[in-house]
């Protein structure tokens, strides 16, 4: 006996390539930013080499990339046996196509590369000619070293299992480390969210800015950023005490009487956040704002933010937002469907990717 996991987009009951953009609009853009739902989809692309798959971990930005390139999302029956197994069948013919599988690996984390893993080797079984699995989010990115005795790492042992599911290049935004790259013996196109989150700062003209890193290993990041926005950079030194829990040590760089945004590619627990938050108000911040990529937000990180000294937390949407994160008056979801749709156009039509983030 098997057990169906709704799966909202396109359905095959849908009359038009058209009627079907339509109505996974309609149901999964419900939530997002008011511009987003107004956007109208462009014409349908007469184009049956390029396919765009997703599994069921963020369904809603697949169909907003679809809108992006006028292409019906692709249909995939996704179930659950009632054990917990995964059973995935493709529902279409994609022989000969050039196939992209939208999938972050994001809570809960094992559910859904199985989900990825398993949705790879079927469209290898039915001899699609290329598939690209698209990750905004990669999950077990920071366990990217052998930093204890006897401990594996996790990073490489995911990138080869997507290469021997099948994958033939992979996309995937925002690594948690650049050299993560490395660990693959596919391609790996490397997308930045910075241009959607340089574009947000800019519109709000923040005066006596100052980018500020989290710690010492962020410093690349936030000097690009900074170098953008024509703003100062500042550091805070950290040192963590055990998994999952840092304290704050002190702030390199003036603060006081500045704006700070506070730039992060990964908000989890949101610990290191608020606590570097209060060391720059104890330094004599202004205000203090914060803009991370991916907002996984686990455990008690709404909460946090919440009651923290933060003004506004800005994310993308690599990672859907629980009901919880949606209510939130402090967090803002950006959207990066535009970006990735972009990206996917160009390796379809092999062009330059890079030309992107020029």
């Not at 692709?74 to 995935?88: I, K, L, M, S």
């Not at 829990?245 to 006081?256: A, F, K, L, P, W």
């Not at 994160?325 to 092999?350: D, F, N, V, Y």
Request: hydrophobic residues 40%; contains cysteine.
């Amino acid at each position: 006996m098997k057990v169906t996991v709704a799966q909202p987009g396109v359905t095959a009951a849908a009359t038009t390539a058209g009627d079907a953009i339509g109505t996974a609009t309609a149901m999964d853009r419900k939530d997002q930013d008011p511009k987003s739902a107004e956007r109208k989809p462009q014409r349908v692309r007469v184009d049956d080499k390029l396919k765009i798959f997703s599994g069921t971990a963020n369904p809603s930005l697949a169909d907003e990339v679809c809108g992006h390139l006028g292409l019906a999302r692709g249909q995939a029956n996704v179930t659950r046996f009632q054990d917990g197994e995964a059973y995935v069948q493709i529902l279409e013919n994609v022989r000969g196509a050039d196939v992209f599988v939208m999938q972050p690996t994001c809570f809960p984390v094992d559910e859904h590369l199985m989900e990825l893993l398993l949705m790879i080797d079927a469209l290898k079984r039915a001899s699609a000619r290329r598939i690209t699995p698209v990750i905004p989010y990669f999950g077990y990115s920071r366990q990217d070293r052998k930093d204890r005795p006897r401990a594996p790492i996790s990073a490489k042992l995911v990138a080869d299992l997507l290469t021997t599911a099948g994958a033939h290049r992979c996309v995937i935004v925002d690594l948690h480390a650049p050299q993560l790259q490395g660990f693959f013996n596919i391609p790996v196109d490397h997308l930045f969210a910075s241009p959607v989150l340089v574009d947000y700062w800019r519109k709000k003209q923040l005066p006596d800015l100052t980018v500020v890193s989290p710690d010492a290993g962020g410093v690349e990041r936030a000097r690009f950023f900074a170098k953008k926005m024509d703003s100062a950079l500042a550091i805070v030194d950290k040192r963590r005490v055990e998994m999952d829990v840092t304290e704050v040590m002190h702030v390199i760089g003036d603060v006081r009487g500045r704006n700070c945004v506070l730039l992060d590619d990964i908000i989890d627990t949101a610990g290191t956040l608020v606590k570097t938050a209060k060391a720059l108000v104890d330094n004599g911040a202004n205000k203090v704002y914060a803009c991370s990529s991916h907002a996984v937000l686990s455990g008690e990180a709404i909460q946090r933010i919440h009651d923290s000294y933060l003004e506004q937390v800005v994310v993308t949407n690599t990672i859907p937002l629980s009901e919880e994160a949606l209510k939130e008056p402090k967090i803002k979801a950006l959207t990066i469907a535009g970006l990735i749709a972009r990206a996917i156009q160009s390796i379809h039509e092999e062009s330059s990717v890079s030309k992107l983030f020029a």
